[in-house]
Nanobody, 125 residues
Framework: QVQLVESGGGLVQAGGSLRLSCAAS????????EGWFRQGPGKEREFVTA????????YYADSVKGRFTISRDNAKNTVDLQMNSLKPEDTAVYYC??????????????????WGQGTQVTVSS
């Protein structure tokens, strides 16, 4: 079992930055790919970004490419999401997830076994 806890959410003005962190306990994260998903008001959960087990491969939704950066520290059992140039449409609850996926399989939430409870990000215009 893996327990995931997100932190770092909050309220920020458009154009600002936030850094989310996902801390894991239980099994080591190095055994899993890690992803971030988000769910905005009245919307379905959508893929944001993912990173491979070793950190060598990263994947981004087109909507965040060039603005968001995912990274992981397997020694610390953490995965971070640096979000820059935030827009009001980035407002959502952000979830980290761990799963046995690779490549485009990591875009599918069904391929993740463990989920955090989410952290709210609100971007004001």
């Amino acid at each position: 079992q893996v327990q995931l806890v997100e932190s770092g959410g909050g309220l920020v003005q458009a154009g600002g930055s936030l850094r989310l962190s996902c801390a894991a306990s239980g099994r080591t994260l190095r055994n899993y790919a890690e992803g971030w998903f988000r769910q905005g008001p009245g919307k379905e959960r959508e893929f944001v970004t993912a990173i491979s087990r070793g950190g060598g491969y990263t994947y981004y939704a087109d909507s965040v490419k060039g603005r968001f950066t995912i990274s992981r520290d397997n020694a610390k059992n953490t995965v971070d999401l640096q979000m820059n140039s935030l827009k009001p449409e980035d407002t959502a609850v952000y979830y980290c997830a761990a799963g046995d996926c690779s490549g485009y399989g990591c875009y599918d939430p069904e391929n993740y076994d463990y989920w955090g409870q989410g952290t709210q990000v609100t971007v004001s215009s």
